[in-house]
């Protein structure tokens, strides 16, 4: 059988695969979409972003039904149907992959189902349901992705020990969840199963939740898992676990103490490592770091002129939308634009309760490196908005410039937290100052305020707080 | 109180002291000469921009001095606290660039933009769309000056910037060529001690000034030279009266620098330059004529200005001060400046016609050759009358063959009708 001649071939469809072969072809160039599954979209459509949103979303009202009775609404206690709400949450990604397919037929883009594999430079190898295919592109843009990493001491084949691909599923509520890991992944799937009953501990080998971001916009979400949770254990590890009858016998190492554990389910979420394997690097020129995931130039250029990698694979920060911006980035190069991947801020969301966002210089950073930064900060607690729905827990920070007076960060901590932070990532990105922010009219009753009185508490005169001039 | 080197003015920064007029316990006044020194332009004087005894002197001949080193210092003199000049730096009336200007421009264009830059992994302070923009043109945005606040950069600074680039690119071409190595091989040495024996002395800064300045005059500007000659028997004779009844002096170049300025505001292109840059033609609403002095160290062109608006006699008494401060080598900077068209008179030497080289950035040069006894044929007889060798060179770029031949015509013209009242006046 011939081989199909392209110009792009694009493998793996996720956010950042989909949305470089949709922008190759909007700009007119023959695209081939090669993925694995049946359904597009990748981790995050499938089995991350998008379902832990959903189940997030879903949970959270049984926390905000517990609390209403404060506001004199009482319910009795919430009946859980697991089958039904997995068949709401797979509707939900349904839709979206049907979407995508959509949107891909329609710019004419053919897509293949299957695994492929490098058999040079040129050529492409798919094992598709109808037997083997070959692709002969003049370029490919490595889109392939990352899994949940599974330390060999864990994975003991049985599946009460999850990574966040099982933990979606929702196959169960265990009794006793223990959650490995205290990163956005760890603390996210944490709510969803205390929100559903589960008695959950969390443990972490470092000495803080949600590393990354600033301790004080931690601080209300550690607050909520000391309450929701049954435990958040810091500086801790599991040596190693073990299956004992329908649970899972667990050994900690806590400050150097041996400590035994019994658990129903455990869910493992320390890291991610690239889908890099049996992909026929070798027979590339492609090379790959330490970590294995795929080295990258600013232009997401590998060491194979004819190969690009963008998203996960390609290391830097494990997020969708970091990986759409490289797909764009691939496309110009290959389509003979002058575009980098450079500076460009990428902001960060954890959607626990509550929300964490940030983006830019954050004020550990600036610390860190001995940076001459001013902080500003305003805590929700002015906010009227905040105040009328219960949610005082929040704080929203800048990071500026004490000479330009130009904001290089923006930290947020609040329900939702993750729908301001694009105002702060297109402020750094357009160059703006506190003085911009502050200028600029912000709707009541809104949270969004709070950037602009954050902005005003720069110039010590907030309207809804007072800063004593120093 | 340390005195420091004043600004030299545009262009020079530096230069040899080859004179000191001060010594340890002097009484030194505002503005008396304090040392001599020599740069790529002239020997120039530098006044002491302070007064007071001086307690040290810090240089001597022969070392290199550049702006803002310290030249010697003085007391706090007799109580009263010195008096002080703010040092002013002399203003450059030159309309076209020259290639220190260029440099000039260069250090300003390559300035970083901000004072600092923003933190790894923050963007300089421009929209996305400037920052594609400037990627797609290559242009590194570090380089730019923001003009918004927070030294945000906006569409207006990355066009401002390239356009200084090009006229950088424009400008910078013959200064390079000064710079990099000429188009030709540089002739192999020779050792002319192989014939006889030889002595060798370095080239001084001056006639390095001009070997360097010539040449480029030379290679950039097509010269064409056109001859005439002027009879003068009756502006000779209008000049020996005139001298004596007016006690000053009156030279021929006195009237060459009247006639010269009348056919100019005739001709404004011969009193313009050539902005190579922006590919502009300046003209001069004012008529600085150049001339060219003799001296035993070299050439130097010192300015007359404003000639247009002096008459003979103040002419003729600026140009005597001009002689004695040329031979003194009193010439300042700020008098070899400026110039709009430049006379080169050699008639006090002798000779014929020449073709003189055009002083860049100007356009053209009048050659002046020695005024002698000729037979010439008037009112159809053969008489003896004094003719004067005329030469006019100019940039071909600028001005074509008729033009110079119709300037030629009326300068001519005007030398031999010089009216009689006016070198009355």
Known sequence: MDPIQTEIVVIGAGPGGYAA???????????????????????????????????????????????????????????????????????????LGQGISGLAQKRGILILTGRARFEDSRTLRI?????????????????????????????LGNPRIMTSREALELEEIPAQLLIVGGGYIGMELGTVYASLGSSVVVVEALDSILMGADPDLVRPVMKYAEKAFKEVRLKTKVLKMATSGKQIKVTFDESGQEKVEQYDRVLVSVGRVPNCEDFGLENTKVARDEKGFIKVNSQQQTGDPAIYAIGDVAGGALLAHKAAKEARVAVE??????????????????????????????????????????????????????????????????????????????GLVGAGAGELISEGVLAIEMGATARDLAETVHPHPTLSETLMECAEVFYGHATHTFTRKP | MDIKLPSLGEGADSGTVVNVFVKEGDQLKMDQPVLELENEKAVAPIPSPAEGKVIQV???????????????????????????????????????????????????????SSA??????????APPSIRKLAKDLGVDLSKVRGSEPGGRIVLQDVRAYIQKLQQ????????????????????????????????????????????????????TIP???????????????????????????????????????????????????????????????????????????????????????????????????????????????????????????????????????????????????????????????????????????????????????????????????????????
């Open chain 1, 333 to 410: 190069v290959i389509t003979g634009e002058t575009t980098a991947f450079e500076n460009v801020i990428i902001p960060a969301i954890v959607f626990t309760d509550p929300e964490v966002a940030w983006c830019g210089l954050t004020e550990a950073e600036a610390k860190q490196k001995g940076m001459d930064v001013k902080i500003a900060k305003f805590p929700w607690s002015a906010s009227g908005r905040a105040l009328s729905f219960d949610r005082t827990d929040g704080l929203t920070k800048l990071v500026i410039d004490p000479e330009t007076e130009r904001i290089l960060g923006v």
């Open chain 2, 168 to 219: 950088l690119a424009f400008a910078s071409t013959p200064a390079s060529t000064k710079e990099s190595k000429p188009a030709t091989p540089p002739a192999p040495q020779i050792d002319f001690a192989k014939w006889g024996p030889v002595r060798k002395e370095p080239l001084s800064t001056l006639r390095r000034t001009i070997s360097q300045r010539m040449r480029e005059a030379w290679t």
């Open chain 2, 58 to 112: 810090r240089v001597k001949v022969g070392d290199k001095l550049t702006v803002g080193q310290v030249m010697l210092s003085l007391a706090e003199g007799d109580g009263a606290a010195p008096k002080r000049s703010e040092p002013s730096p002399i203003e450059g009336r030159e309309a076209a660039p020259t290639p220190e200007a260029t440099t000039e421009r260069i250090e300003k264009v390559q300035e970083p």
């Open chain 1, 21 to 95: 072969a949709f922008y190759a072809a909007d700009k007119g160039k023959k695209v081939i979409l090669v993925e694995q599954e049946k359904r597009l979209g990748g981790v995050c459509l499938n089995r991350g972003c998008i379902p832990s949103k959903a189940l997030l979303h879903a949970t959270k009202l049984v926390a905000e039904a517990k609390e209403s009775h404060t506001r004199g609404i009482t319910f009795e206690p919430p009946k859980i149907d697991l089958a039904k709400m997995r068949a709401w949450k797979e509707s939900i990604l349904a839709k």
């Open chain 2, 223 to 425: 010269h064409v030279t056109q001859f005439d000659e002027a009879d003068i028997t009756r502006l000779s004779e209008l000049r020996k009266q005139q001298s004596e009844a007016k006690g000053a002096k009156l030279t021929l170049t006195c009237f060459a620098l009247k006639a010269v300025v009348r056919v100019l505001q005739k001709y404004p292109i011969f009193n313009a330059s050539l902005d190579e840059s922006t590919q502009e033609v300046v003209y001069k609403d004012y008529f600085h004529i150049g001339l060219a002095v003799d001296t035993d160290s070299g050439l130097i062109v010192p300015v007359i200005r404003d000639v247009d608006k002096k008459d003979l006699v103040t002419l003729a008494k600026e140009l005597a001060e001009l002689a004695v401060k040329a031979r003194d080598r009193k010439i300042s900077l700020e008098e070899l400046k400026g110039g709009t068209f430049t006379i080169s008179n050699q008639g006090g030497i002798g000779g014929g016609h020449f073709t003189p080289i055009v002083n860049k950035p100007e356009v053209a040069i009048l050659g002046l050759g020695r005024g002698a006894l000729k037979p010439a044929v008037r009112n159809n007889q053969i008489e003896q009358r004094l003719i004067l060798p005329v030469c006019l060179s100019y940039d071909h770029r600028l001005i074509d063959g008729g033009q110079a031949a119709r300037f030629v015509v009326d300068l001519v013209q005007e030398f031999e009708t010089f009216k009689e009242d006016e070198a009355k006046s």
């Open chain 2, 116 to 125: 600092k830059a923003p933190p790894p992994g923050i963007p300089l302070p």
């Open chain 1, 127 to 155: 094992e598709t349901p109808e037997g083997q295919k070959f692709v002969n592109f003049e370029k490919a843009i490595i889109a392939v992705g990352s899994k949940s990493a599974m330390p060999k001491a864990f994975d």
